[in-house]
């Protein structure tokens, strides 16, 4: 977090306040794509709320800072590319928070405030609220038409999630048909998917025994279940549906929520057995306490408990505020802490190559569970915290994510202490760890030698995308590696040999013959020709996409040029490192990662090991001898006749290489109205300068204009941009 995280919010500066809030949005964002869109939480609920109060109280502060990105103005995460989109007829929103007794009175208050002139509420009318456990699941939205299930989705940002259909009708308790009758012909009913506790742990078992991914918790497992590509994947998982709200209904059954969960329970949907309705705080803290009591006995996981006032006109008459109903909250359980010491600080190396430090503790019982690890999440934590090996530390569970060291016990440090060192090699392979611009995460550059990512590295080599080497699959991939028959991508295109090699051929393995071991022979061999952007975005780079590897590939033409190049931009200073830099659509994140990539000994080594055995097929032939076959075009200002990727396409398609900055390089500058910094530059490098027009007329002529001519002889109307 920004260097102004530990000052009083009522102390920070404007500007201090501008620089947090970035900060906090980008780390938030961070959280939510990892909650939501990859079903892994990053850090436990209680450090998330924390994150999201102090963000809200600083916009509260600085209203003139609420910036258009902010977190406060969304919910959830962008769904996966993995499922079509549904926009949802009502937004699936989020919930505030409450966490004291103190913020309970208050959320009862300002809803009485709210409707202090309610003719009801003055007369007597009985203010009543229900309160349910809040599960620790997937909120999911399913729509029936005359009473048939016709679609599901999940949350995804709120306004458009991810069409689960096919999935949604493997769960058991999902009614494909409501059962008996007073149902609307379209109703949405909302809820939340999970999986039982008892269900979790015998999954993992299943797991365990087949040596397939082990899940973290039962939100997880859920999560991960729903949203699998393959819907006979959901089927075999053991998963669950609560329902406890709706979306777009043609008329309702009652007119309280009560009522209305009710009938939901008579049309054959599960309603949580634990809700209640309560008529004050009182009798609403009770409840919570209650639940809270009975939370371990139960065979599902809850982090809280729900309020929503009864009444659905006062709903409506409450209504929404920034993401969440002013009608309803979460009230959310505290952290489970114990003290313990640290008695190590491991480095775990993920398959993306984040270096994850995790303290190994002397074992302690936490909320019944025994706990002798915790997470330290990333170099900055153990910086803010200054956590030391033998310190005294408190830990914490917030539900079922991981453990993580909260606080540190300075006062019980010894003398002959000293700070953490965070590595600065990649343990698994010696290969350098960086944190790339403003990444929190440290992570290993030796992508196609590193032992904690090859086997993932592999998979993704042989991906549709990639190489797409028919009969090379996933399961084979790692099968060929646990061998050591395939190590590294160049161990592909030998895989024939050592099969020959070996005293057990392929042929003879369990499930192999001698006919599918020739057609995978057959099929590697019809990839020793590739195409150079299929190479590229095989090699796994951070942030090198299908599109980035095109961009690149039409840029440099053929792997050699690509490789000379390469080698030049290792110097910052280098016009080789600008000209990649200024490729529209690369930039300093995306070259950063691919220079440092090819810097690293082992991956270029690996890389020319791989070109050994293949012939790498040049760039798609451009257009030439139109007037900027082969020049470099920067557009800038606003275009009137044409979008910008719509000239950045004409443009390319006319053998022209499009750059998203200006450089001595720069053939040609399009400038529209609203030009700015871009065009001053051009000016002072004497870059031929057009209007919108002026390339029009250009790529439609069949000579350019002269290289020579001077900026300030263009028409007039360029002095008023």
């Not at 760890?433 to 990444?439: F, L, M, S, T």
């Not at 995460?441 to 032992?451: D, N």
């Not at 990512?453 to 998979?459: A, H």
């Not at 057009?690 to 007039?716: G, R």
């Amino acid at each position: 977090m920004a260097g102004s995280a530990d000052t009083p919010v009522e102390g920070l500066s404007e500007a201090e306040a501008r620089s947090e809030l970035a900060q906090l949005g980008m780390e938030i964002t961070l959280h939510d794509k990892a909650y939501h869109t990859d079903d892994a939480p990053s850090v436990s609920d209680a450090i998330y709320d924390a994150l999201r109060m102090r963000l809200n109280a600083i916009e509260s502060k600085y209203p003139t800072l609420v910036r258009a990105d902010s977190p406060s103005k969304r919910v959830g995460a962008a769904p996966s590319a993995g499922f079509s989109k549904v926009t949802h007829a009502k937004p699936m929103l989020s919930l505030g928070n409450v966490f004291t007794l103190e913020d309970l009175q208050e959320f009862d208050m300002r809803i009485r405030r709210f409707l202090a002139n309610d003719p009801d509420l003055k007369a007597g009318a009985t203010l009543a609220y229900t309160a349910e456990p809040k599960i620790d699941g997937l909120s999911l939205s399913l729509r029936y038409e005359e009473g048939i299930l016709v679609m599901a989705a999940t949350r995804g940002d709120g306004t458009v999630g991810e069409n689960v259909t096919a999935n949604a009708r493997a769960v058991a308790n999902i009614p494909q048909k409501l059962l008996g009758e007073g149902w609307p012909d379209v109703l949405e009913v909302r809820g939340e998917v999970y999986m039982a506790k008892s269900d979790f742990a015998a999954l993992n078992e299943k797991q365990r025994e087949k040596g397939a991914k082990i899940f973290a918790n039962p939100r997880n497992a859920a999560a991960g279940s729903l949203r699998q590509l393959d819907a006979s994947i959901t089927a075999a998982r053991p998963l669950k549906f609560f329902a406890y709200a709706w979306g777009e209904v043609l008329s309702l059954p009652a007119d309280t929520q009560t009522g209305v969960i009710e009938a939901f329970k008579t049309w054959g949907f599960d309603v949580n057995p634990l809700m209640a309705r309560l008529t004050n705080v009182a009798d609403l803290m009770a409840h919570f306490e209650l639940i809270e009591a009975s939370r371990a006995a139960l065979d599902y996981d809850i982090d809280g408990v729900v309020y929503k006032v009864d009444r659905l006109d006062w709903q409506a008459k409450l209504g929404m505020v920034a993401r969440a109903p002013r009608w309803a909250t979460a009230h959310k359980f505290p952290a489970e802490k114990a003290t313990t010491t640290i008695l190590a600080i491991e480095i775990q190396v993920g398959r993306t190559g984040a270096l994850t430090p995790v303290a190994k503790l002397e074992p302690v019982n936490v909320g019944g569970v025994m706990v002798s690890s915790a997470t330290l999440h990333n170099r900055d934590e153990i910086a803010r915290l200054d956590v030391r090996i033998y310190d005294t530390v408190t830990i914490q569970r917030a539900g079922d994510v991981i453990p993580q060291v909260v606080t540190v016990d300075v006062d019980k440090r010894g003398g002959d202490s000293e700070p953490y060192e965070f590595p600065t090699k990649c343990p698994a392979c010696g290969s350098h760890a960086v944190a790339e611009g403003e990444d929190i995460v440290v992570r290993c550059t030796g992508g196609l030698i590193c032992p904690a990512q090859r086997v993932e590295r592999l998979k993704h080599f042989v991906s549709r995308a990639a190489f797409d080497i028919e009969g090379l699959g996933v399961k084979q991939i790692a099968a060929f590696y646990d061998n050591s028959w395939v190590q590294e991508p160049a161990d592909i295109f030998t895989l024939s040999a050592h099969s020959d090699a070996s005293d057990e051929p392929l042929d003879k393995w369990e499930g192999w013959g001698p006919q599918s071991a020739t057609k995978l022979f057959a099929a590697i061999e019809a990839r020793r020709t590739i195409a150079f952007h299929r190479l590229l975005f095989a090699l796994g780079v951070r942030h090198l996409g299908q599109q980035t590897a095109k961009l690149i590939a039409r840029h440099y033409g053929d792997i050699d040029h690509f490789m000379g190049e390469m080698a030049l931009a290792q110097d910052a200073e280098s016009s080789a490192r600008a000209d990649f830099i200024a490729i529209d659509g690369i930039g300093d994140v995306v070259a950063g990662a691919i220079i440092e990539f090819l810097a690293e000994d082992h991956n270029s080594q690996a890389l020319n090991r791989l070109l050994d055995q293949l012939t790498v097929e040049p760039a798609e032939a451009v257009a030439s001898g139109t007037p900027v076959a082969g020049k470099t075009v920067v557009f800038t200002g606003t275009l009137t006749r044409m979008t910008r990727n719509e000239a950045k396409a004409r443009a390319e398609a006319l053998g022209a290489k499009v750059a998203g900055s200006v450089s001595a390089k720069t053939d040609y500058l399009v400038a529209g109205p609203a030009a700015g910094s871009k065009l001053k530059k051009a000016q002072a490098l004497g870059v031929n300068i057009l209007s919108e027009d002026e390339w029009l007329a250009l790529i439609s002529s069949d000579t350019p204009p002269s290289e020579t001519e001077d900026a300030d002889e263009k028409p007039a109307q360029f002095d008023l941009i």
